[in-house]
């Protein structure tokens, strides 16, 4: 029997479990609702579920301490005594649900976060992509562009050498009063004009600044590193940085080039050894900047250094010897030199020099 005085304990712990268990059926409908708004939505998932584990627990933990009272109240102690091992039992296979559930979904909750950061950065480089695939169509178009006016105005400029040439010879053998000297002034002249065209016409079909603007390229090259941060993570390789002090200017397409310095860094990774070093420095000599990327990897023999721009040449299983191809071209295209130095088991450094200014000798 329950005595007078513990009557207020009692009547305060069966409320109590009450309202465990109302708040837990409220929070589970409204859990419950979000769910349904959003049935893809991880954090309601993870709400669904835990408030469904804590009114299991409320359930529980109220029945339990409401039926206990009951038979106490009854004079049946001795039939709580034999229920209650199993209602604490399931209580606390209860608590452990709900930290097993906390704890699986803080877990996926960081594989969550961690596919959402790839899936931005798969965008973003997927949105990089596009611009380079559009810039190197329009770059391959010009260059076809060019290639087809430089071969037009070669075709012209023979028979246009062969008109003035002979206008010129009448001009020579035709006297002062000569009707014939006028057409052969207006021949000449109009064989001047034109090929005063076809000179204007070469100067601009190889001119290469549209597609340049001007970068800087330590910038690239902070960039660049920032999108293969991941490989040098999974390699443990510790990169080494020594960029300019103030911004490195200079005319660069910052698409493909930054698609040549990737490449170049993805080479010296798979040169590089697990818990190796990658040097990569940025700077500025007599009117050009300078890009150098070291590794302490396996190097190549002089024989291999030598080829190593040859078409075709690799030295990867499955390779296509285009990569450093490509390389030398988009270096090409930007007016400057790429040098390579290896020593086998010493490692590479690769060296790239570019004009300040884009078509102009330095200063």
Partial sequence: MISLPSFPLVLSDILGSALVLLLSCVAFSCSRKLLAQDPENALWLFLYWLTLAFLAFGLSRALGHII?????????????????????????????????????????QKLYRRMETDHHHMEAT????????????????????????????????????IIGGFS???????????????WALAIAEAARRLEQMVERFESLAEDKKSFFSQEDLTKIVRDTLEMLQGDFE????????????????????????????????????EATGAQGEIHVTTAVDKGHTILAIQDRGRGMSPEVVTRIFEPYFTTKVGGTGLGMVFVRQIIDEHRGTINLE??????????????IRFGESPI
């Fill in 68 to 108: 206990g009272h009951i038979l106490v109240f009854a004079g049946q102690e001795s039939w709580w005594s034999q229920v209650r091992p199993y209602s604490g039992g399931l209580n606390a296979i209860l608590s452990i649900v709900i930290a097993s559930v906390t704890l699986f979904f803080h877990n996926i």
């Fill in 126 to 161: 997927s949105h990089e992509i596009l611009t380079l695939n559009r810039e190197m169509e329009a770059l391959v178009m010009e260059r076809t562009m060019s290639e087809m006016a430089l071969g037009i105005a070669d075709g012209i400029r023979n028979p246009l050498h």
């Fill in 168 to 182: 010129n010879r009448l001009l020579k053998k035709t006297a002062l009063d000569d009707p014939a000297r006028n």
């Fill in 234 to 269: 999974r390699k443990r390789i510790h990169l080494v940085t020594g960029f300019h002090p103030y911004p490195v200017y200079c005319q660069i397409n910052k698409h493909i080039l930054k698609v040549a310095i990737a490449h170049l860094l993805r080479n010296a990774l």
């Fill in 342 to 355: 290896s020593e086998v088991g010493q490692g590479t450094i690769v060296t790239i020099r570019l004009p």
